[in-house]
């Protein structure tokens, strides 16, 4: 079982940066990859990016070049630099951390981007 704990949304006017962050308990030492998830209204549920536990990163599209995951010293941790923020990057924001024995996901974080 892994626990994961978001912090760090918040609102923000369109051009500005927000930090999120997710800390992991519980059963952490083999999870595979670690990532970022976010569900705009009416929409669904898409990845904004991910690390591996190898440090090999992916990002959406929309968000490269804006956006950076990090993982912290203590593997535990994973960040989401976000700058230069757009309207259209409104949504929950979700952590999720995947291993061969399921997916767990954080309780989600409010990001909104005003113009």
């Known amino acids: 079982q892994v626990v994961l704990v978001e912090s760090g949304g918040g609102l923000v006017q369109a051009g500005g940066s927000l930090r999120l962050s997710c800390v992991a308990s519980?059963?952490?030492?083999?999870?595979?990859?670690m990532g970022w998830y976010r569900q705009a209204p009416g929409k669904q549920r898409e990845l904004v990016a991910a690390?591996?536990?190898?440090?090999?990163?992916n990002y959406l599209d929309s968000v490269k070049g804006r956006f950076t995951i990090s993982r912290g010293n203590v593997k535990n941790k994973v960040y989401l630099q976000m700058n230069n923020l757009e309207i259209e990057d409104t949504g929950v924001y979700y952590c999720?951390?995947?291993?061969?024995?399921?997916?767990?996901w954080g309780q989600g974080t409010q990001v909104t981007v005003s113009s």
């Open positions: 999720n951390a995947y291993k061969y024995s399921g997916t767990y």
């Open positions: 690390i591996s536990s190898e440090g090999s990163t």
């Open positions: 519980g059963s952490i030492f083999s999870i595979i990859v």
